[in-house]
Structure formats: structure tokens, C-alpha cells
């Protein structure tokens, strides 16, 4: 199949890859780069590890090389269509080659090769396919934008008595671009904060941001329901029946019904007047409420998700 290791070399190596891209179809340098971030995404790591760059890529195809990063030729090879086994063997075929034709560090590139699967350490942060983690000080700058957003959106809800919560949103931001038990974090701090301002009613519905967190941000990263969009969709529905089961128990046990001050009262108020029992006439308000509030805090958050992701990607490999 390959050249005897005394006869190959780094450029035939490329030679070849750039004729297997070609028989692929000629995909683009950056889609290569898009299968190698799900792959690895796939395979269990963070997404901010996963993200290889465009220009990391294309130097795999370039000739006068004098290093190749035997993981990424094995990971190009499987983007490009080969099976398991056939990117095994470009990976041994860079590892024999270089082997025989040893180099002193010095001449080694200065192109660094993107970390290796094997390498990467699963502590890093990530708001999407990066591949620069978050620095502490701009995680703790998110975690306080988020509390701040989930403030003013229960402010927003409360002034005009909307059929809404509005105070997640911040916090399926933060669960989406930092992680589930960020995201609890932002939760259960945005509700202490409601409660130190004029609702100390507050308090136990921390339970509902928390579990909402959680949803959300292990949906992204184990479930992978991020992409395509009929997954979060499905996501957001999920987060909106999680939260709503954690929140009948307390309008009920501790309120007597909902909360005072909330529109749902109302609603609730009618139903029972119906001859609807008290939970379920709570749970058909809630469940409704929280559906359409959760498909809104997650789209607002998804978007504001995208644009941290390209402003980080601009600054990053600009």
C-alpha cells in the first residue's frame, strides 16, 4: 500500500494525502477541520479541545515539511472517508517515516500541531468547537453578564406581569457556553440575588434554575443536542418539563398554588374555578409557561452563544 520507510517520505506523504482529498471530492481544508472537531466531540471530548484550525490542517498537505503530526494525518484520513483501520496505517506510515529520517529539534516547524486526543486535558472550559480555553477572568466576566441578564429578565417579567418567567435565560447562556454546573451556578446565585431585592419568594425556585442548568448543559455535551436543530428544540422542551416538575411541588406545598405575584395565578385561579384539581390545574399552567419561556431562553441563548464563539474564533486565529 505505502512506500518501504527507507524509500517514503514527508513529502510523498503529502503528495498522497492531497490525491485522497481529491479522490474525497476535494472537500475544503475547513470542512476537514469541522469532521475532525465532531469526531473528537464524538469520541467524548470538550468541545473547546476539539476545535482544530483551518491552517493546521492545510499544512498536513504541504510539501517541504520536516515534521508531520502523525494523529492529525490519522484524523485528516478519517475525515476524508477512510475506514479505522486505513487511518491507522497513515498514522504508522508518518511514525516509520520520521523514525528513519530523524531531524534535530531545531529544524522542526514552527506550525505547532493541534493537541492530541490522547492529550488533552477534559478540565477546559469551552463555549463552542475552539480551541483556546477560557482564561478564569472571562468566565467569571460570563458568569456575571448571565446573572445580570436573568436580573433584568425577571425585572422585565415582574413590571409588566408577563405570561413568562424571563430569569433563564442567563443561566441556559452560561450551562450552553461554560458548562451545567456553571449554568447551576448562575442559578442559584441570580435567585439569591431576586431574593435580596424585593422577592424573597425566590429562594426555593432555585431549585427550578438549577435543574434547568443541568438539563441544559449536559443536553449540549453528553447528549450532543445542540446540532441539528430538531435536537434543541427537543432540548428546550426537555428543560421546560424538568422544570416544571421541580416547580409544581414548591407552588403547591410551599405557596399553596403559585407563587403570589406571578400571572400564572390568574390562569391558575380559573382553571380551579373549572373544577380543576390544585396540581393539575398548577401543572397545565406551568408546563405551558415554562415551554414557550424555555424555547425563548434557549434560542436568546444560543444566539448570544454563537456570537461569543466568533468573536472568540476572529480573535484567535486572525
Known amino acids: 500500500m505505502f512506500p518501504d520507510a527507507e524509500t517514503d517520505s514527508l513529502d510523498k506523504i503529502a503528495i498522497d494525502l492531497q490525491h485522497l482529498r481529491d479522490e474525497a471530492g476535494t472537500v475544503s481544508y475547513g ?3 469541522v469532521r ?16 482544530v484550525a483551518r491552517s493546521s490542517v492545510h499544512a498536513m498537505f504541504g510539501t517541504g515539511r520536516r515534521r508531520l503530526n502523525p494523529d492529525l494525518v ?3 484520513v478519517r475525515a476524508l472517508g477512510e475506514n479505522e483501520r486505513s487511518a491507522a496505517a497513515w498514522r504508522e506510515r508518518c511514525i516509520e517515516v520520521q523514525r528513519e529520517f530523524k531531524r534535530p529539534e531545531s529544524a522542526v516547524s514552527s506550525l505547532p500541531p493541534p493537541v492530541s486526543t490522547s492529550t488533552v486535558p ?7 468547537p475552539t480551541s483556546a480555553p477560557i482564561s478564569p477572568l472571562v468566565t467569571a466576566l460570563i ?5 445580570g441578564l436573568n436580573y433584568f429578565g425577571n425585572t422585565v417579567n415582574a413590571k409588566f406581569s408577563l405570561p413568562l418567567f424571563l430569569d433563564m435565560i442567563g443561566t441556559a447562556t452560561a450551562a450552553i457556553a461554560l458548562g451545567p ?3 447551576a451556578l448562575v442559578g442559584l446565585s441570580s435567585n439569591l440575588l431576586f431574593a435580596i431585592g424585593a422577592n424573597p419568594v425566590s429562594i426555593p425556585f432555585a431549585l427550578v434554575n438549577i435543574a434547568g442548568a443541568l438539563v441544559w448543559g449536559y443536553g449540549v455535551r453528553a447528549w450532543r443536542m445542540r446540532r441539528p436543530w430538531w435536537r434543541f428544540f427537543l432540548l428546550n422542551i426537555l428543560v421546560a418539563i424538568c422544570c416544571t416538575l421541580v416547580a409544581v411541588p414548591i407552588n403547591v406545598l410551599l405557596f399553596g398554588g403559585v407563587a403570589h405575584g406571578h400571572a400564572a ?4 385561579a380559573v382553571l380551579i374555578a373549572s373544577g380543576e384539581g390544585l396540581w393539575r390545574a398548577v401543572f397545565s399552567v406551568n408546563i405551558a409557561m415554562s415551554i414557550a419561556d424555555k424555547l425563548l431562553a434557549g434560542y436568546i441563548a444560543l444566539g448570544i452563544v454563537i456570537l461569543l464563539d466568533r468573536w472568540r474564533t476572529a480573535h484567535t486565529f486572525s
Do not use: N, T
Not at 395565578?265 to 391558575?268: A, S, T
Open 265 to 268: 395565578v390568574d390562569l391558575v
Open 122 to 128: 477534559q478540565s477546559f472550559l469551552q463555549i463552542s
Open 31 to 33: 470542512e476537514i477541520a
Open 36 to 51: 475532525i472537531a465532531k469526531h473528537r466531540e464524538a469520541a467524548g471530548m470538550h468541545p473547546a479541545a476539539a476545535r
Open 143 to 147: 458568569m456575571l453578564a448571565c446573572i
Open 181 to 183: 454546573w456553571y449554568g
Open 74 to 76: 490519522q484524523e485528516i
